[in-house]
């Protein structure tokens, strides 16, 4: 099989397209031909920056998490009958060697989770980290529900920071969908036409001097929770809004990667942040999120394009670094290596 790896921390020079052998599925696990691989930011940064101590945990690694394709074969343990799923998976690199750069790749059954028919494989590849971060987001404001779904949001109102970012999106589709009132930021028109078509019921400019006030005209008493990719920056216009009792979960870092938080306001409003990285979470909070947004997927809460928010870029796998440089670079929407 073709398949881009790396043996070295680096730029995008130490990613090389080689021949490897068709990897087979072990007990519990699944063979998954891949159609599409996701291109996150964290897939980039792994390369450049590692996995511990700035050091690669494997003598040779196939980067990115996210992917989308068809079960070809199956270990013992799984059922015959997955065989010819269309799935997507997630985490396929976490802790393993070999994720979705490659035409195969071989992973635990629980992580390739069915298609819908109506489900395209370009949307497959791009749930994964973004969608289980902004759940994580999501659920961790003070009382939050524990689950995502209709309703579950319902009398909330939430602060989508970044609304046309990749994590942006999926909050803004997975709020939308729970009933909460969706806010966004954004930082140009064309952004603002994004979050609008993702769903956001608000969009406000964030560089905007009155970007506070717009948003206390939206929710006077305060916002309940904000989901954050550049807390440093976004400090300032957060705790404006943040309501009493409010949550910022931050889950991007930006600049020197500190905040440093007025620990005396956020004492005397009991306003709290959370720091979320999806891939460390616990396993049970893991299959809480995938069971929530694989039903927000069998309910057509989710989408990907330029028609539903998130517009898509497109890589063939000898052009892999490309699509680094791309996700590095900070291109609106999401970036995917077709393999088929």
């Not at 072990?26 to 897939?43: F, H, L, M, Q, W």
Request: aromatic letters at 4%; glycine letters at 12%; one cysteine or more.
């Amino acid at each position: 099989m073709k398949a881009i790896v790396y043996a070295s921390v680096g730029n995008r020079d130490v990613l090389a397209l080689v021949d490897r052998p068709v990897p087979e599925p072990g007990p519990g696990e699944v063979r998954v031909r891949v159609a599409i691989s996701g291109v996150n930011a964290t897939d980039w940064k792994c390369r450049r920056f590692g996995h511990a101590g700035g050091r690669l945990m494997y003598p040779e690694v196939i980067p990115h998490h996210d992917g989308s394709g068809v079960i070809d074969a199956v270990g013992s343990g799984v059922a015959a009958e997955r065989v010819g799923q269309r799935v997507w998976t997630w985490e396929s690199a976490w802790r393993r060697p070999h994720g979705t750069a490659a035409e195969y790749v071989v992973l635990p059954s629980r992580q390739a989770v069915e298609l819908p028919p109506g489900a395209s494989l370009e949307l497959g590849a791009s749930i994964g980290l973004p969608a289980l971060a902004a759940h994580r987001c999501l659920t961790s404001a003070r009382q939050a529900p524990a689950r995502l779904g209709p309703g579950a949001l319902a009398g909330r109102t939430v602060l989508v920071a970044g609304g046309a970012g990749a994590v942006g999106h999926a909050a803004v589709q997975l709020a939308t969908w729970s009933g909460a009132t969706v806010i966004a930021t954004v930082g140009s028109p064309e952004k603002e036409k994004l979050a609008r078509v993702a769903g956001a019921g608000h969009v406000v400019h964030h560089r905007s001097e009155s970007a506070a006030a717009d948003i206390r005209a939206i929710a006077p008493t305060g916002v309940d929770l904000i989901t954050e990719v550049a807390p440093s920056a976004n400090l300032d216009l957060d705790l404006e809004v943040l309501a009493p009792g409010g949550t910022v979960a931050a889950y991007g870092t930006e600049g020197d990667g500190e905040v440093l938080l007025p620990t005396r306001l956020l004492m005397g409003r009991n306003l709290c942040y959370q720091f979320v990285l999806a891939l460390t979470l616990p396993a049970e909070e893991k299959d809480a999120a995938v069971a929530d947004v694989a039903a927000a997927v069998s309910d057509g809460a989710l989408g990907v394009g330029e028609e539903a928010g998130l517009p898509l870029h497109r890589y063939p796998l000898d052009r892999t670094g490309d699509a680094h440089d791309a996700v590095e670079g900070g291109v609106t929407g999401k970036v995917l290596i077709d393999l088929r």
